[in-house]
């Protein structure tokens, strides 16, 4: 069974910084790419970032330059470094990857639990 595991939200205050993790375990046969989603109440949920198996990401216009996100390919891990946040990042954040599972046909799409990520004005 493929999960994906996030860890790292919390309360901050404007202007601070917050890393969060996600790790995918399972059985695994390889993964496309990873990325970050977040869903504010009562808003519809939004791609916050992505970084595909060859490298290259993808930002939301609105976070580029305050938001990156790498990966780690050997400990299929992914991470979201936060700075300068804003009360309007308040949501929760969830991992998503493109994986293809050891024993399956072919690629599907895995979503984590989501952490909550509270910022105080």
């Given at each position: 069974?493929?999960?994906?595991?996030e860890s790292?939200?919390g309360?901050?205050?404007a202007?601070?910084?917050?890393?969060?993790?996600?790790?995918a375990?399972?059985s695994?046969?390889?993964?496309?790419d990873?990325?970050?989603?977040?869903?504010?109440?009562?808003?519809?949920?939004?791609?916050?970032?992505?970084v595909?198996?060859?490298?290259t990401?993808?930002?939301?216009?609105?976070?580029?330059?305050?938001?990156t996100?790498?990966s780690?390919?050997?400990?299929?891990?992914?991470?979201?470094?936060?700075?300068?946040?804003?009360?309007?990042?308040?949501?929760?954040?969830?991992?998503?990857?493109?994986?293809?599972?050891?024993?399956?046909?072919?690629?599907?799409?895995?979503?984590?639990?989501?952490?909550?990520?509270?910022?105080?004005s």
């Open positions: 069974q493929v999960q994906l595991v790292g939200g309360l901050v205050q202007g601070g910084s917050l890393r969060l993790s996600c790790v375990s399972g695994i046969d390889s993964i496309d990873m990325g970050w989603y977040r869903q504010a109440p009562g808003k519809q949920r939004e791609l916050v970032a992505s595909s198996s060859g490298g990401t993808n930002y939301a216009d609105s976070l580029k330059g305050r938001f996100i790498s780690d390919v050997a400990k299929n891990t992914v991470y979201l470094q936060m700075n300068s946040l804003r009360p309007e990042d308040t949501a929760v954040y969830y991992c998503n990857a493109n994986i293809r599972p050891r024993f399956g046909r072919g690629y599907g799409d895995y979503w984590g639990r989501g952490t909550q990520v509270t910022v105080s």
